[in-house]
């Protein structure tokens, strides 16, 4: 027998006698004849555990799979974590356990998740937050049904234009099928333009605006006044902000949010192209019945002990079905602990230190590449944090090429000439300067020739 | 599992000025966050726990203690698949190379994890008998969703509309609320007294709704653990009707080297790699949600996809030059749903259940249906007696019990299945399939060995018995756990949900 299935001749003989049964197709004799499957699966033949090894070392060689050095965002970020992160969430308890249905054998992920909804809260200001989604861009395409549903009158949700673009197809795939329109409110010089959103305002029927901080291009926006005008027209303010920044930046809370969505990747949740991440989601208490995804609250043991539970369920598909506030079921619980102890490590100062090193990169890297004489801002006088925009004068891809060809993620080609680039506490000066100095050093003709 | 409650939040271990991190110090600090306006910064710092390594060592620790996962122990929560992780899946999940990649780095840097993440979606299609596979959704629900916008895709190509999903009363909660996520109106189906789906009342609403039906959502075996034997009827009834079938791949472990659902006439579909691909559930995900679709349907799956390439340079030295390999396309076109997540999936669980497949191979996944039915068979048999059989007959992977047999001293599956936890087991899933009142249900995977299923199985009985002779401890438990049952009504009556609320209540 194979190494996952226990089951001896013996075994087999004494269960299918227990069972009623001669051989185990017995159990399939209710599959119509013409449905069952009677061939082998086309797919390679098992491999040995020290071939499985061999085969993904040799996918993992340099010249198949190659890390570089990253100065990409766009909504992934190369930030750093305590070693002991990885480590504790690999422990099986967590890892092989599943949603905490059973609170009296749960309480460890059930701590965690009071734990993680309440780091949450405490970043984004917010009063409630729910046990984790699936990404960024699903926290805020569920932001967006949340304030269509919120809404009595309304004929759309608004969202800015300077939300990243792979986020507003989300949303707007999402608001597409359970139909509503999404109308975008234009930018003006990288930021969203206030006369549009006035504008927009005023024909009314507003369920509710989404913005991002920073926004996609990097650039910290002033949103004063925004959360006012949004809700005269008794629609939710809905901030996409990255976590990470919100060590300094102004809280959603404090920009007068209803609901705050995010990618909680630059929690220090590696890369691995893409994915898993966590998509958080918090907002006021006043929506809190409508907030999909699990909630943890607190309540008491009928010993008295304070204890952790699965709440306000009354929301959720294995009860309402399809009066559900939404269909998610899994969400990345584990990521959610991944960023729990990440945030319990670095803690207060630990993140404000990120936030300043990754600040304090970017804009050196800015400074440098603008004393290249062969950029400009994209955006001039912009404040921005840890990402930002600049335009190439020459051919940008044989530029970026160059970059990658020395080992190089220099940023994410975000228009014909335009650059974005992002800046993390794990990009020394050394790596700094040694980018700025291919750049530098390249040659357009040379690299034609 | 630690059977004495730990307790602790971290916040309450936090001490100001400890610190659990190191970070480098010689870094430029021309420019600092004070440049930015005052009214772009936070005015206070947030208030996040500050301790020292080993104390958030020792607190995640001792947390873990008061869990219970797989690997502590039979774990038969039915609809979840509760089945091994393999730990080599761990280890080449964290290779360095994969976990340092950037989603939009360019695809010759990374050939290699795209060449796992589209022989995935290859291996995918020819488990399921379907076309094509995409890979970005990232749990369950998530591809439900996903599928569903396929087919909505597909009839507004048609200008056909159809608001309408049939879906039987029998269904995960999630069929019909990604319906209504999806804008689509559900239509529920009868169950007949075997637990299948009722042909007379599907026939009613096909003519009832005809050419309003969308699609519809099915589970095979049902959530009963039943196959459904008059699924090539259904599936005709409903493409008759201009519909189409989607399958909700929660059970798929049952049938794998049985049948495939795409042979039985299914569209759509998706799968759970956390359940039939082993990838662990991780208290709640990260998942994979994949969704295939037969030939035609195509076109319709969201973007991005990775695809198997070939591209023609002609190079001024070598001449014309053939390079095969993959790529992310990121084209947006007309026919695609649209998008449905960040970049493209949960590349971290995509690559334990490649590692998983690649380990089985072909030779061992054909065993894994046979093996997880037997082990349920072996169960409805043996627990028949005192437990109650709603519906005779074979199971597959899971069987549904309505409760003990006796009620006579007011013994619920509650009870029952608190009781379980104090003998070391994690509960079935209960009160689900809702056509039963104590809805039992139990799901014991390929892996468990035949010593495993006896020992619950007399735990079972045990239990059975001990409702007859002392009802009211079995009413009362768990005992031996860390809490006890926990006051579900003050939880969600003066909702606290954060420490700064507990702060306040306390």
């Known amino acids: ?449 | 599992m630690n059977r004495t409650l730990y307790g602790n939040l971290i916040f309450e271990l936090s001490k100001k000025g400890r610190k659990g991190y190191s970070l480098p110090q010689d870094y430029d600090r021309t420019h600092t966050t004070a440049e930015l306006p005052a009214t772009l910064r936070r005015k206070e710092a947030a208030r996040l726990p500050e301790c020292d390594e080993l104390t958030v060592v020792r607190h995640y620790t001792n947390l873990s203690h008061n869990n219970f996962g797989v690997n502590d122990g039979f774990y038969p929560l039915g609809s979840c698949t509760m089945k091994y992780n393999p730990v080599i899946n761990e280890e080449i999940a964290g290779l360095k190379a994969f976990a340092g990649l950037h989603p939009l780095q360019p695809a010759v840097t990374c050939q290699g994890a795209l060449e796992v993440y589209y022989n995935l979606q290859v291996s995918l299609a020819e488990l399921a008998g379907l076309s094509e596979f995409t890979l970005n959704p990232c749990a369950g629900a998530h591809g439900e969703l996903t599928g569903l916008m396929v087919i909505r895709a597909y009839h507004e190509s048609r200008n056909d509309v159809r608001t309408k999903v049939l879906i039987p009363d029998s269904a995960h909660g999630t069929n019909p609320a990604s319906a209504a996520v999806c804008g689509l109106e559900v239509v529920e189906v009868k169950s007949n007294a075997n637990g299948t789906v009722d042909l007379e009342d599907l026939k009613r609403l096909i003519e009832l709704e005809g050419p309003n039906i969308a699609a519809m959502m099915m589970t095979n075996p049902n959530t009963l653990g039943i196959f459904e034997p008059r699924v090539l009827e259904i599936t005709e009834m409903v493409h008759k009707a201009g519909g189409l079938m989607y399958y909700d791949g929660a059970n798929l472990n049952a049938l794998l080297g049985e049948c495939r659902p795409g042979d039985m006439g299914f569209d759509v579909m998706h799968i759970n790699l956390h359940k039939t691909f082993s990838t662990p559930h991780g208290g709640g995900g990260p998942g994979s949600g994949p969704v295939g679709v037969r030939k035609g349907l195509e076109k319709f799956l969201p973007t991005p996809r990775v695809k198997k390439v070939v591209v023609n340079y002609d190079l001024p030295e070598d001449g014309p030059t053939e390079w095969e390999g993959f790529i992310v396309d990121w084209g947006q076109s007309e026919s695609s749903l649209g998008s449905v997540g960040n970049f493209f999936g949960n590349f971290g669980v995509m690559l334990k259940a490649y590692a998983y497949i690649l380990s089985l191979g072909s030779e061992n996944i054909k065993h894994v249906g046979q093996l997880a039915t037997l082990n349920a068979n072996y169960i409805k048999e043996r627990l028949k007696g005192d437990y109650l059989l709603p519906i005779k007959g074979l199971c597959k992977h899971e069987v549904v019990f309505d409760g003990l047999a006796d009620k006579s001293t007011g013994v619920t599956t509650m009870d029952v299945a608190k009781r379980l936890l104090d003998y070391g087991y994690h509960a079935p899933t209960i009160y689900f399939p809702l056509l039963f009142h104590e809805s039992l249900m139990i799901e014991p995977t390929e892996n468990e060995s035949k010593e495993t299923i006896d020992a619950f199985i007399d735990v079972m009985h045990k239990i059975a018995e001990e409702a007859k002779t002392d009802p009211e401890m079995v009413k009362t438990a768990p005992h031996n756990t860390p809490i006890g049952r926990v006051d579900d009504v003050l939880a969600a009556k003066q909702p606290v949900t954060t420490y700064w609320k507990s702060k306040q209540s306390s």
Not at chain 1, 95 to 117: D, K, M, N, R, V
Not at chain 1, 176 to 185: Q, R
Not at chain 1, 187 to 196: Q, T
Not at chain 1, 363 to 370: A, G, M
């Open chain 1, 1 to 449: 027998m194979y190494k996952y299935f226990p089951h001896t001749e013996e075994d087999l003989q004494e269960m299918l006698k227990a069972a009623g049964a001669k051989s185990v197709h017995d159990f399939f004799d209710d599959v119509p004849e013409a449905t069952r499957f009677k061939r082998e699966y086309e797919l390679p033949e098992a491999l040995s555990e020290t071939d499985l090894r061999l085969f993904f070392e040799q996918l993992t060689a340099p010249a198949n799979t190659q890390p570089l050095i990253c100065f990409a965002g766009a909504g992934c970020y190369d930030h750093y974590a305590p070693s002991i992160v990885q480590n504790l969430i690999q422990r099986s308890e967590y890892l092989t356990s599943y949603t905490p249905y059973q609170a009296e054998i749960s309480q460890g992920t059930l701590h965690y998740i009071f734990e993680y909804q309440s780091m949450i809260a405490e970043l984004t200001g917010m009063d409630i937050a729910n046990a984790s989604m699936y990404d960024g861009a699903t926290a805020t395409a569920e932001a967006a049904m949340m304030a269509w549903g919120n809404a009595k009158k309304a004929n759309c949700v608004l969202m800015s234009e300077t939300v990243d673009p792979k986020v507003r197809r989300v949303v707007e795939t999402y608001a597409h099928f359970h139909g509503f329109p999404i109308k975008l409110v234009p930018a003006e010089g990288g930021v969203l333009d206030r006369k549009a959103l006035d504008k927009a305002l005023a024909e009314g029927g507003v369920a509710g605006l989404i913005v991002q901080q920073p926004n996609y291009f990097g650039i910290v926006e002033d949103y004063t006044g925004i959360s006012d005008a949004v809700h005269e027209q008794k629609g939710i303010f809905i901030v996409n902000a990255n976590p990470s920044d919100l060590a300094i930046l102004k809280t959603p809370a404090e920009w007068g949010a209803d609901v705050a969505v995010g990618e909680g990747q630059s929690l220090g949740i590696p890369m691995t192209f893409g994915g898993p991440g966590v998509g958080y989601m918090a907002c006021t208490e006043k929506l809190m019945r409508k907030l999909p995804g699990r909630i943890v609250g607190q309540t008491l043991d009928n010993r008295g002990q304070r204890a952790f539970v699965l709440t306000l369920q009354a929301r959720e598909q294995h009860i309402r079905r399809q009066k559900a506030t939404s269909n998610i079921c899994s969400n990345q619980s584990l990521m959610a602990l991944y960023v729990t102890i990440y945030l319990s490590l670095m803690g207060k100062e630990g993140l404000r230190e990120v936030a300043e090193m990754s600040y304090a990169g970017a804009h050196s890297l800015r400074d440098k590449l603008i004393a290249t004489g062969k950029f400009k801002d994209t955006f001039p006088g912009q404040p921005f944090f840890n990402e930002f925009c600049v335009d190439y004068e020459g051919d940008l891809d044989a530029l970026l090429d160059e970059c990658t060809a020395s080992g190089y993620l220099a940023g994410v080609k975000v228009g014909e000439k335009t650059l974005m680039l992002a800046v993390t506490e794990q990009r020394s000066t050394e790596e700094i300067d040694e980018l700025v100095e291919i750049i530098q050093q390249f040659k357009e003709e040379e690299a034609k020739a």
